[in-house]
């Protein structure tokens, strides 16, 4: 099958998706960070896979990488495409903004399905990411069965959770701006500037030993290291992969400064290798 996986990861989750189901559908799997500087994106292939984590879910969705790229897919008409959203367990209408984006650009969502994975600052039991990743090789059979049968119109949206939801979407969305606006240390920028402009509140402590890993491994591109120290270049996506794969736990800040320690969460089977990217 001619497949092309795109992906967006932090934490190796959605990198270990987009692997698995390269895998199963003989394609090629490509880094997001590899093509975002793209006039536009046209992918030579029958079969386009998206997989993205599920980030702020009651404003869009998806990180503000995968809107922009979404938005550089080009002649994708005649294409199935497919995404794959990964989350602890809401995903509201993620997979349903994402084919209002196709729509505008001339093409259709095929399919769309929501992956249960360990949250990336939201601690979980042992047991309990090993009954995710269990779940997860169920799934990606079915999956891969619902891609290679070319069926659509699959959207996996929790709707029971999304009715339950309604009533606080409205107030979610401004505590959502406030947050990043505060850690933005600016009132007036809009949501994605905001996300971008987070990065002002990274702190680093006397552990950092100038690594490099965390500009190695930022698919965003957005650290420099000065003088054997991060320096944050205002391109945030809030992944937390900077705190997150820190060996010496030496970054602090983003959304996990406010209520939440860094739990250096990132997936076990994944290396810091697996996660370079070519920016």
Known sequence: MNAVIYYFSGTG???????????????????ISDVI???KVTPDCDVIGIVFPVYNAVVQGM???????AEKLENINSKY????????GWSHTTITKFDTILNIKGGKLSAGFTVIMPDNSSPVSTRKQEKIFNNWAKKREIISQYVKSRKRGRYENPTFMNLIMTPFISNGKKKTLVLYRNLANDNHLSYEEAVHYSDRSFKVNSNCNGCRICANICPANDIQIIEDRPVWQNRCESCLACINWCPQEAITGGIV???KSPTGYHHPDIKISNMVLRN
């Open 13 to 31: 989750n959605s990198y270990v998706v987009a692997r698995d189901i390269a895998k199963e559908l003989n394609g090629v799997v490509i880094p």
């Open 63 to 69: 990180p503000v990488m995968v809107k922009k790229f």
């Open 37 to 39: 500087n793209e006039d």
């Open 257 to 259: 400064s406010v209520d």
């Open 81 to 88: 495409v497919f995404v794959i959203c990964t989350c602890l």
